[in-house]
């Protein structure tokens, strides 16, 4: 289950922290990388200086209150990052607990005998020794024996997981607890290079980069900020030619009103919260790139079983042939099925109970189990000088000679392609060398994916299912889910020709994996995300790791990236518009005095300049702390295209980005002039 609950934003376990944060940002260093509040830094000092020894003509305490008001705004946004980076920083301690005081026994040889060091000395490629109750030492890959893991500490799902050696399932974490039996690992990553090292370096914000929407974000606001530099740095010259000045702090509190300081505040948090989500959501993102694709992802591509079905396919009906009847077809099913312990024997087991009424609940003592292999695809039982075999339709008729041939043969393909053509998966039985018939085994389409596919439909994404069915029973569950597109009979190579062929169309695509032959695919997806269960190799290969190995929820990682870039949207809507309104607003009332004839203009009715000045610096400060909730929690996310999503952000953002100034300027400007501070 992933952990999708959070804390409030605002308690004091993160507030006190923050707020030091907030200060400790105040540094060269870490402001440089936000040029607007850089800048918004430098116009602080350069008033705290005036404040001391300017001489121009402004009331000290006018001054002091631009000072406190500029000094905030830089605070403030330097707290909203600080804010962001303390929940991540919350989580990495709680991962990092988990990986405090591991031991390893680290084998010798082949035998048992082992050396007894802490974790951190191991080395790729060490064999250790795990047994009951004891924690994992380090990420690696189970090279023998199979146990009961519980990876709560990194999942929090409290339900044990099995790891063996020789499948997709062999992958373990530094951090779990063996629960049962003992496995031997071999250690693939070094001291600061495991999976959970990772994860606490990135939740806490250190490896975090920014991406080419930010960057490009960046860029553009420098240019307004470099902009609105020039044409403040010009003023001076156009009051002069009207007979008149305009004193230096009004003109760099002007600069601090009219650049991008509200998005370029908000900026940092919104990426930092944004993957933020996606860790409590159990999925690790190894660079916020990887989340700003998901959520323009054109292509989703999914795998049928466990993603699209529910994974066990389940005995739906029994199909006798020749002489046969229900009731002997369901008697044989069963007793071949009693000692399957497969989702799909015991599910014919229930089938035979129910519909039947077949009461055996046991072999008889004597009883021989035919058990199933890959070579043979037969399982059954020898019982009572009988012999039943259930199987493969083609393992079945290839294991008895002259049964190919047989009109009752012939009878059982027609059948079985009726099953394939439906969807299901047909399992003949035969009992000493006759055909009995076929069990009709249906693949469960999960309940409402079909409208989480359409949802999909809806934000312009289409589904593509990739299974290794044949295209009968593959176009059937397509149909059945809902998805627009599938790619039957699927082989690596087939699913990475799909990648290609879709990026070529320009299309960004994504897929979920865990297996080494999925790792090709996940490494050539935009979004490539690999289930914790699986191979090193497709762990590596993808950009993401979902912590709970669900299938499904790469559509959830496609709403999240969604909701960042919404939110990201939403809140640069909201700050244009708003900029733009401060020029209505504040330029006409800072100019009146030269320039008389902008009085037309003055349509808030600002008392004066200096009011005019620090009513509109005051809300430029305020209107960063009140925008830091939505910028953490992300805007709400709606599954709606980009037009009806376009025109949602317009009317509520870009609209509420234009009335906020007006409103809130107005009334600072009364309560400034009702209690004199201007």
Known sequence: MARTASKSLFTAD??????????????????????????TAVVAILLTILLVVGQDGLSTGFKLQLVIWLWLTVLFGTFAEAIAEGR???????????????????????????????????RVGDIVLVETGDLIPADGEVVSGVASVNEAAITGESAPVIREAGGDRSAVTAGTRVLSDEIRIRVTAGPGEGFLDRMIALVEGAERQ????????????????????????????????????VPVAMLASLLITLIPTTIAALLSAIGIAGMDRLV????LA?????????????????????TITVGDRQASEFRPVGGATPAMLAEAALLASLADETPEGRSIVVLAREK????????PADAEVIAFTAQTRISGVKTDGAVIQKGAVDSILNANPGLAETPIANELRRITDEIGRAGGTPLAVARDGKLLGAIFLKDVVKAGIRERFGELRAMGIRTVMITGDNPLTAASIAAEAGVDDFLAQATPEDKLALIRKEQEGGRLVAMCGDGTNDAPALAQADVGVAM????????????????????????????????????????????????????????????????????????????????????????????????????LKGVKYRPIGAGPLLARNLAVYGLGGLIAPFVGIKLIDLAVNCLGLA
């Open 14 to 39: 993160l507030i006190v922290p923050a707020i030091g944060g907030a200060f400790r940002k105040l540094s060269p260093q870490e402001l440089i990388r936000n040029p607007v509040m850089f800048t």
């Open 88 to 122: 991540g920083k919350a989580q990495a301690a709680s991962l990092r607990a988990t990986k405090a005081d591991l031991t390893a026994k680290r084998l010798k040889g082949d035998g048992r005998d082992h050396d007894s060091i802490v974790a951190s000395a191991l």
């Open 210 to 245: 920014k991406t080419p929407n930010e960057i490009a974000l960046t860029i553009l606001l420098v240019g307004l900020t470099i902009i609105f530099l020039i044409a403040v740095s010009t003023i001076p010259g156009f009051a002069s030619y009207s007979g008149g000045s």
């Open 280 to 283: 409590r959501f159990n999925v």
């Open 286 to 306: 190894k660079s916020g790139r990887a989340v700003e694709a998901a959520g323009d992802i054109d292509v989703l591509l999914l795998d049928k079983t466990g």
């Open 356 to 363: 039947f009424g077949q009461a055996t609940n046991s072999l």
């Open 532 to 631: 914790n269960t699986g191979t090193q190799a497709a762990r590596e290969a993808g950009n993401m790791v979902d912590l709970d190995s669900d299938p499904t929820k790469l559509i959830e990682v496609v709403g999240l990236g969604k909701q960042l870039l919404m939110t990201r949207g939403a809140l640069t809507t909201f700050s244009v518009a708003n900029d733009v309104a401060k020029y209505f607003a504040i330029i006409p009332a800072m100019f009146i005095v030269l320039y008389p004839g902008l009085g037309v203009l003055n349509v808030m009715g600002l008392a004066t300049p200096q009011s005019a000045i620090l009513s509109a610096i005051i809300f430029n400060a305020l209107i960063i702390p009140l925008l830091v909730p939505l910028a």
